[in-house]
């Protein structure tokens, strides 16, 4: 199966000496493809093998909120990694200048990345194979089935995916065994207490501060997901989409960073005693809808603006652009929480304060930013800045995939039309209250402390 989870960026062939895994977006040492292929060649070719992350001060505009989440977890992984024998190697700067310098520095004779759709780590990955000379394979670890092969094309939605998920799940949904310690070790290992207190925390944004909801870091991770299986899963059907209740996973940060891997989620959620209703909920949401998050961002490079919408959508919003607004916000209201709706504020500073929002109310949160501003465009950049500074699974497939399907109707069909909206799902607040216990909501969002 590790076949299928490769893609070439090159045709050079594997050479003896150091295979390099350029850790990313998957932050872990157990249940990593990328890093179990990277040991499997270097016992074949009698090679060590070297993780090294490389660190972009500026990447996406992201504030200390999310490298400190992100920085606990890799020291973690450091150590993990230093156990067995591989040493890890933290990077600073452009990484098409950093990797290149490391390839030649370790005479490297393999290059491994694991997959990222974004467009930015795919410009990283073409740059960086068009300054070296050696094989430079991806791995997806982060899927369950690898994006590039359960499709070549941007599906249409979650029912033309799912089909394919159903025709290879049981080929692809399979324990890994645990990665020991490795024979071909470098002899100099790397300090690295010494490589983290390096970090420059000073150049990251401050102006978003930390959370105590959400501990950093595999451990915690495990330990989230064990809670939710033995405690949550059983209603996940019933109470996930209800605001006020504690019901969703919560994983969405550790999946975001890799500190934890979809597939020994869904191998835990499998194993669970629940209902089966409750695991197939649990199974579409992480494995259907999450990879088809990825599928989107992959093959659609217009994924975070309205040029990514499909033409009926980009039709009919055209067409109610200059429909009257009976509310509009410039950026600073919505960020500050400070528009007329109640239930719109609280999801607001759920987000602000807590670094999640839940997910029933990101949908209503984002058509509500549509309903308020000028146009469509408008709309995609301002949820996308207030995602991707506040929340910690920002910058991820899932969050513009989300904003995507709100504002423009990706993966979701046409409706009635309406004011501004056009033929876009609308939500309101009435729905919320009919459906929901809000006050509930409310209170759960006020009791949050930011620290």
Known sequence: MIEKRIFRYNNNEIKP????????????VQHNHALSYAVDVAYATKSDVLVCFNLVNNF???????FEFMLKGLEETATELENLNIPFVLLFGSPEITIPKLIGDTNAGLL???FDPLKIKLKWNDEINSNINIAFHEV????????RFISPKEE????????????????FIKSMPQLERIVYGRENQIDNRSQFNKIDYSKFDKSVGTVSNIKAGRKNALDKLDVFVKYRLEKYTTLRNEPGADFQSELSPYLHFGQLSSLEAVLQVIEAEAPQEAKD?????????KELSDNFCLYNKNYDSMEGFRDWAKKTLIEHIHDEREYLYPIEQFENADTHDVYWNAAQKELVNSGKMHGYMRMYW????????ETPEQAMGIAIYLNDKYSLDGRDPNGYTGIAWSIGGIHDRAWGERNVFGKIRYMNDKGLKRKFDMDAYLRKVNSIKLI
């Open 281 to 289: 909920a649990f199974i579409e949401e992480i494995f259907v809808r």
């Open 60 to 66: 996406l505009d992201a504030p200390q909120r999310h």
């Open 156 to 171: 249409f939605a979650a029912y033309t995916l799912r089909p394919k998920v159903r025709k290879l799940e049981a080929d």
């Open 140 to 147: 997806d670890t982060h899927n369950i089935i690898p994006a």
């Open 366 to 373: 984002a058509k509500k930013i549509l309903e308020w501003t």
């Open 112 to 114: 491994i990345s694991d």
């Open 17 to 28: 000496g150091t295979v390099i895994y350029k850790m990313s977006r998957d932050q872990r």
